[in-house]
């Protein structure tokens, strides 16, 4: 049976024949061909995408810790040391419900007594930095 091959516009440029193009049974060679309860043509099941970029979290979230008055060494982390304020959460990296709960902390353990009011500790000025209060995480528009 012989087919006719066109291009876009309808005109004929070559002939295939599809009977020789198949090779008869009794050509093929004798392969091992193994079949699977799966169909070939259904799509690849993944558990997760492996494109998928990493959730972003807060450092305190990624590392499950809970802010606690007690803990002044942590929450010195989130507070100026010339002025006494709390860093804002684009320059933290925070979440709002962890930037909430250390602003609280704060609140808490000055009201204690654990920690100074206008100032940070002398004690935590060298301790190592989880952000840089200069260059913020999540700049903002001004």
Same mark, same amino acid.
């Given at each position: 049976?012989?087919?006719? /091959? %066109?291009? %876009?516009?309808?005109?004929?440029?070559?002939?295939?024949?599809?009977?020789?193009?198949?090779?008869?049974? !009794?050509?093929? +060679? =004798?392969?091992?061909?193994?079949?699977? =309860?799966?169909?070939?043509?259904?799509?690849?099941?993944?558990? #997760?995408?492996?494109?998928?970029? #990493?959730?972003?979290?807060? /450092?305190?979230? *990624?590392?499950?810790?809970? +802010?606690?008055? *007690?803990?002044?060494?942590?929450?010195?982390?989130?507070?100026?040391?010339? =002025?006494?304020?709390?860093?804002?959460?684009? /320059?933290?990296?925070?979440? *709002?419900? %962890?930037? #909430?709960?250390?602003?609280?902390? /704060?609140?808490?353990?000055?009201? !204690?007594?654990?920690?100074?009011?206008?100032?940070?500790?002398?004690?935590?000025?060298?301790? +190592? *930095?989880?952000?840089? +209060?200069?260059?913020?995480?999540?700049?903002?528009?001004?």
């Amino acid at each position: 049976m012989m087919y006719g /091959i %066109r291009n %876009r516009l309808g005109v004929a440029w070559g002939y295939v024949n599809k009977a020789a193009l198949v090779p008869a049974a !009794a050509d093929l +060679p =004798t392969l091992k061909y193994y079949t699977t =309860t799966v169909d070939n043509n259904t799509p690849v099941q993944f558990e #997760e995408n492996p494109f998928a970029k #990493e959730k972003v979290q807060c /450092i305190l979230c *990624k590392h499950g810790v809970n +802010p606690d008055y *007690k803990n002044v060494q942590l929450l010195s982390q989130f507070q100026s040391p010339y =002025t006494g304020r709390v860093y804002g959460r684009h /320059i933290t990296g925070l979440c *709002k419900n %962890r930037h #909430e709960q250390v602003e609280r902390e /704060i609140i808490k353990a000055q009201n !204690a007594g654990f920690m100074p009011t206008y100032h940070k500790a002398v004690e935590f000025l060298n301790d +190592p *930095k989880l952000f840089d +209060p200069e260059k913020a995480i999540r700049p903002h528009k001004y």
